[in-house]
């Protein structure tokens, strides 16, 4: 009779807690099986992107621009790029909304887990961040400025270990919101299919999201577009970094910091999660960089000690933390519902 009430309560219980279930076995798919090592679909979609964008990108390149590095706003050109970018992004949203949304409740949080976990990548990230940490820790330059490169935009031929040690933390803060909270937060908000959405627009915006000859009219869709759907989910995640502050005194310094230095840094988003996460660390980010040939001055985002070498790892804990925080809360609200 005990068992037989048992499995009843569960079958009325788990359905109810399908978000919750969701983002718990996605993050338990990503830890035990890690990303994908072969025929990622974002290999593929970028791939697709790169021959959408040879085809329609009519920029055009003078010697006097390629000179003098002028930027000119092309309105065609910046309308083509919408359109690829509309291409690109919108058909395998729409496709798994109408067929793939209306599955029985279990076989509905394995298809939307699965989904989930291609998009987080949290373990990607820590084995990313581990390809420059090891290297760093035996003073092997060469080979942590070789996957210094994979994870920004700037050129990194001459880095320093303190400089590559800011890149890569500033890229695990920064990705930790990308590909980490913001896919499970939008998930939260639309299910699998916004989760697609979103993962697509942000992959177009690190492809063509940059104020070059090449992007700058092409791109800016997808760089707006990116800002906008990231504006929610980046406060979001600068909660949840900065809800793991040891003290109240750290954790309102981590909000304020984020609001004051954040608005000012190159990427409003990404200003924001860093300055909070960087608080928290009790570490600065910011500063000097090179991008495409062009010395960038960044805001400082954070305060307290100059950045270190095992503020590597400590940045992928606390994107970490910042996920298992989130499923804890969706959990906990939904019992609260519940009863």
Known sequence: MLANDFISWLLIYLPSCSIGLTLLLALLLDKFL?????????????????????????????????????????????????????????????????YLNDLVWYWQILCDASVLYLAIGLNSLHQHAMQVYKPLNVNNLTEARHFTGYLVSRETSTLTPDEMSRATV????????????????????????????????NTLDAMWGYRTLQFNSFGFASARLDDLLGFFS????????????????????????????????????????????????????????????KLVESV?????????????????????????????????LTFMWLY
């Open 300 to 332: 400082t985002l954070g305060c307290g000690n100059k950045i270190e070498i095992e503020d590597i790892p400590n940045s992928v804990l606390l994107v970490k933390r910042a996920a298992i925080l989130l499923t804890l809360i969706v959990m906990l």
């Open 34 to 98: 890690g990303e994908a090592r072969q025929y990622h679909y974002l290999v593929g979609f970028g791939w697709l992107a790169q021959q959408c964008e040879k085809r329609l990108n009519i920029y055009t390149q003078s010697k006097a621009d390629n000179n003098s590095q002028v930027l000119v706003f092309n309105n065609k050109n910046a309308a083509l790029g919408a359109l690829s970018w509309a291409l690109l992004v919108l058909p395998l949203p729409l496709l798994y909304f109408f």
């Open 170 to 201: 500033e890229s695990m803060l920064e990705n930790g919101h990308d590909s980490v909270i913001a896919s499970m937060i939008y998930f939260i908000i639309g299910g699998a299919p916004l989760v697609i959405f979103h993962r697509f627009a």
């Open 234 to 293: 980046a406060k979001v995640c600068t909660l949840l970094y900065a809800m793991q502050s040891k003290t109240f005194k750290v954790f309102t310094k981590a909000l304020k910091n984020s609001a004051s230095q954040g608005n000012q840094y190159k990427s409003h988003n990404g200003g924001w999660v860093m300055a909070a996460g960087a608080t928290v660390m009790n570490i600065k980010l910011g500063g000097s960089a090179s991008y495409h040939g």
